[in-house]
């Protein structure tokens, strides 16, 4: 290549560079083309911002799957200690050891007539 040939392609660059900066160049088919780029672009942003989001979200549901999974273990565990806890012989165990025995007979009920609650209202004033 002879440098007047140089010298001409990058003259013409420098002329494109201009209309670009201008804006001249953006006229008809460039502007079309220029405007579906810029579609395409705002697209792909979209699209990656989009997968971020549904990555973050997916992590976020796998760690709740996993602390559910764990307190279901713990609830099962505490119930199961719990309902053994409550078991008639357990208990009797227990009282046994602080000294109290179990009643030969089951509790009654105890229901009180209307007057016999006013007399303890009027007893308590």
Do not use: C
């Not at 609830?75 to 109290?100: H, M, N």
């Amino acid at each position: 290549m002879s440098a007047k040939q140089h010298q001409s392609k990058t003259h013409r660059n420098r002329g494109f560079l201009k209309q670009v900066l201008s804006g001249s160049a953006l006229t008809g088919h460039e502007q079309a083309v220029l405007r579906l780029i810029s579609f395409l672009a705002i697209l792909g942003i979209l699209y990656i911002a989009n997968t971020y989001w549904g990555i973050k979200t997916l992590r976020k549901i796998n760690a709740l799957k996993k602390e559910q999974k764990e307190l279901a273990y713990d609830y099962t565990t505490a119930r199961s200690a719990w309902s053994d806890s409550t078991k008639q012989s357990r208990l009797l165990r227990r009282a046994k050891a602080i000294g109290l025995i179990e009643a030969p007979e089951p509790p009654i009920k105890i229901t009180l007539s209307q007057e016999d609650i006013k007399k303890l209202e009027a007893y308590r004033k």
